[in-house]
């Protein structure tokens, strides 16, 4: 590996050396593509839109993203800004490229987060609305639109991953088509309509899975905190190792959703009934009161308590956008109607 790991560098240098004065463009759609981003900012876009396709991409959001922690446990990726140091093949010549503030998570490099969530839940928006406008125009080109700029989308985070030094191009490849993959068959399994004990049972079974996994792995001697100590290491700044990038954030997110687009469904089955004056008016509100919630500053010492809180800030959710907004909306619009 070392052979792709070195070219995977002196493309990240060329990369930045030709595009630095895009830098903020690139860190833009570096946030873009954060698998937060699916949770506080595309599942409320799509879920005013189409319901369906709303939870769908909560879903395969929460899914594709336990997958990737998974996967990334088991495989051992290095990532660009620490491995250039550690690998010690760059004394004689160091590469010219420097690291950002998105530059330094904490989890193993392969493959992508960023890329295979962005692909997996990208898949359902897109598909959703080719489908769509196929159903009223007919038109095999506008349909296809929707594609093409999945696949410019999947580009672009792609290329805004290696050159902040988060990942090296292999592992980018390697997520875009494993959640290229896991968006066409999440999508066809969308739980609607199931009962509560369902998403109890499928967020503590995740978590409990997870962590007896990490423990028994522990107790072979496989030490699945190996990047956390890397990544402290050889960040060029201590601030920018944040504790919301570690393995067991992205855990305690995808549970937590899961858990809470169950209760979600539970308080109101079907959703509310909005008209698109009051849907856009739910929307806005919602985006604001995410914005809010994801604002919330948590105590990272103990450790436990940060991640119990994440739990709950991603439990909550599914209920301001499914439950609480559109039910104040709806009780408002409907009162003055009324009158």
Not at 50 to 63: C, E, F, H
Not at 66 to 94: D, H, T
Not at 245 to 255: N, V
Not at 263 to 286: C, E, F, H, T
Request: net charge positive; with cysteine.
């Amino acid at each position: 590996m070392e052979a792709v790991y070195t070219q995977g560098i002196w493309m990240a240098e060329s990369l930045q050396q030709r595009t630095i004065s895009q830098e903020k463009m690139w860190q833009f759609v570096t946030h873009i593509g954060d698998p937060k981003a699916a949770f506080l900012l595309v599942f409320p876009f799509t879920y005013f839109i189409n319901k369906r396709a709303g939870v769908a991409v909560l879903w395969v959001a929460a899914i594709s993203e336990w997958l990737n922690l998974v996967f990334k446990w088991m495989l051992f990726g290095e990532r660009p800004y620490w491995w250039i140091a550690e690998s010690r093949l760059f004394i004689n010549k160091q590469p010219n490229v420097h690291q950002f503030s998105s530059t330094c998570e904490t989890g193993p490099g392969s493959p992508s987060g960023h890329a295979m969530v962005t692909a997996a839940v990208w898949w359902v928006v897109v598909s959703s609305l080719g489908s769509f406008l196929y159903s009223r125009t007919h038109s095999v080109m506008l349909s296809a639109a929707p594609y093409l700029l999945y696949v410019v989308m999947l580009v672009a985070v792609g290329i805004s991953r290696i050159f902040i030094l988060a990942h090296f191009p292999h592992q980018v490849f390697a997520g875009s088509i494993t959640g290229f993959l896991l968006g066409i068959v999440l999508s066809r399994r969308v739980p609607e309509g199931r009962p509560l004990l369902f998403f109890f049972n499928l967020s503590v079974g995740l978590l409990l899975g997870t962590v007896v996994l990490h423990a028994g792995l522990g107790q072979l001697g496989i030490d699945l905190s190996w990047s956390i100590a890397l990544a402290k290491k050889w960040c060029s700044r201590a601030e920018w190792v944040r504790l919301d990038s570690a393995p067991f954030s992205s855990l305690t997110r995808d549970c937590g959703a899961l858990l809470g687009l169950g209760l979600a469904q539970y308080w109101k089955p079907g959703g509310w009934a909005l008209p698109w004056a009051p849907r856009a008016l739910s929307l806005a509100i919602s985006s604001m009161g995410l914005y809010h919630v994801n604002r919330l500053p948590l105590p990272v010492r103990p450790q436990g308590l940060f991640y119990g809180l994440f739990f709950v800030k991603f439990v909550m959710v599914p209920q301001v956008v499914m439950v609480l907004v559109p039910g104040l909306v709806h009780l408002f619009t409907h009162k003055r109607r009324r009158d």
